[in-house]
Every structure is written in C-alpha cells, then in structure tokens.
C-alpha cells in the first residue's frame, strides 16, 4: 500500500509544483525590467511555504531546461538572479528552501542553494583563486610596476593595446572597470572568461556585469572555466542549453558537482 501511495503523493506534489510553476510565469511575463521581476519573484516564494516554493521552482527549471520554452527561460535568469542577491533572499529563507529542497529529492534546487549547505564536500571550492591586494605590477612586460589607481585609471581608456595587456589583471577592481569600457569587445570578455588559471573574483566580476552575462557564449566559457567559483558555475550552467548541459557533465575537468548538477538537468522529467 506505501509504494502506491507514495506515487500517488509525488504524482500531485509534481502536479500541483507544474501549476505553480505557470503561476510565477504569468505573473513574471508581463514585467519588463530584471531587478523588478525579482522582486515580485521573492515576494510571491515568500508566500508559499517551502516545500511549495521547492516544488515550484523544481517545475520551473526543468520546463525551461527541457523544452526551451521562452516565458520559462526568462523566468530562470530571474530565479538565478535571485538566488544571487541576498538583499531578496534572507539567509534564514534560504536555509529553509535547502532543507525542503533535500527532503523533497530536488537537486538541481538544492545546488543552487549550495552556498549555504551544511554538508559541501570539502573538495568542492565554492571560489576560485582571487587577487585583492593592492601591491604593485606591470601592464606591459617591460614597463614599469603600476599602482592598483594607474591600473585601474588605465581601464578607463581607450588605448586597445593597453586593454588588452589589461585584461590579465587579475584584480577585480580593475576587471570591473575594463567591462565597463565601451572599447571593449565580445571576444576580449570571452578570452578574459576562458583563461586558465584565473582569479575566481575576476571572473565573478564578468557575472555580475549585465551587459556581458546576457551574451550566451559568455556565460558558456564561464560554466566550462574550472576556476569559476563552483556556486557560480552551477548557477549559470542552469540556463545552459541541454547540448551544453552534456558537455559539462562529460567534461572531467570541471567539479564533480557541476557535472552531476548538468547531467541531472538533462535527465530531469
């Protein structure tokens, strides 16, 4: 009798996370900006309790993932946008999303939230590499030490031979600036995304930066770079495309996380 049952209970669980996954798009669809389709994102899970939330957003995901529907993937970014922001998301929230997404079997939710999992494997580096020390260092390879100020004025110029010796800066002051510069290129962000080893604040700076993060290729090199910041690259591979998805999973350089976390994705209902 259990077996049936417990089919019959995650038969409605599914069905009822589907129907509130709809809800969440119809509300989100007709808002234009991001940080505004957050906010009523944040509210609406606020209203749901969180094994509800948990088996929406499960719903959400894999829709977007699976069947490439418009209204769902613009959804996703809000969710990933969300889930990056703390300001609409309180910790204590979620922590409560984390517990309900593990009881509730949804991985892919709960490796979004890995940033606040008790039981990371200490093997899994949530950051990469980074570099905040103001000290001195060289543009050109004969030119003299600059200060992190001269570097960071030099971003702001319009000199492509010095943007380029630039981009390997690995100080995200620095790289903050140089995204800003309207000089700079598609191919200089996905060079900068690409290169190995890297400072895992650098490249958390081309994340964070909405002009850039919206060009798919460049979200793609920061997913397949293994020194983007493990909580970050899962986050972005959510919105990957299913043939991406199995590149990751397959590619034995990236986390152990990251890869089951693309290959669930694609496997999901």
């Known amino acids: 009798m259990s077996g049936p049952t417990n089919e019959t209970t995650s038969s409605r669980n599914a069905a009822l996370g589907a129907t509130r996954a709809a809800e969440i798009v119809q509300k989100l669809r007709p808002i234009v900006a991001l940080r505004m389709r957050c906010v009523i994102l944040s509210e609406h899970v606020a209203t749901l309790t969180a094994t509800a939330a948990v088996d929406a957003l499960a719903a959400l ?41 593990k009881e509730r079997g949804h991985d892919a939710i709960r490796r ?73 290129t598609e191919a200089d962000v996905l060079s900068l995304a690409s290169r190995r080893p890297a400072s895992g604040a650098a490249l958390s700076e081309i994340a964070a930066s909405q002009r850039w993060i919206a060009r798919y290729p460049v979200k793609r090199a920061l997913v397949k770079n293994p020194y983007t910041p493990l909580v970050l690259a899962i986050r972005l591979a959510t919105t990957l495309r299913p043939g991406d998805l199995r590149d990751v999973a397959g590619d034995p350089r990236l986390n152990t996380l990251l890869r089951e976390h693309a290959a669930g994705l694609v496997a999901s209902p």
């Open 61 to 101: 995901v894999s829709r977007a993932t699976r069947r490439n529907d418009a209204d769902y993937l613009l959804a996703l970014e809000c969710l990933i946008a969300m889930l990056s922001d703390p300001a609409l998301l309180p910790y204590q929230s979620r922590a409560a999303l984390y517990a309900a997404a």
């Open 112 to 184: 979004l939230l890995f940033e606040i999992s008790p039981d990371l494997s200490p093997g899994a580096t949530l950051a990469g590499p980074a570099e905040t020390s103001t000290g001195e260092r060289s543009v050109v390879p004969t030119g003299r030490p600059l200060t992190l100020g001269e570097r960071k004025s030099l971003a702001r110029a319009h000199q492509r031979d010095l943007l380029s010796h630039l981009l390997r800066d690995p100080h995200p002051d620095v790289i903050r600036i140089l995204l800003g510069n309207p000089h700079l």
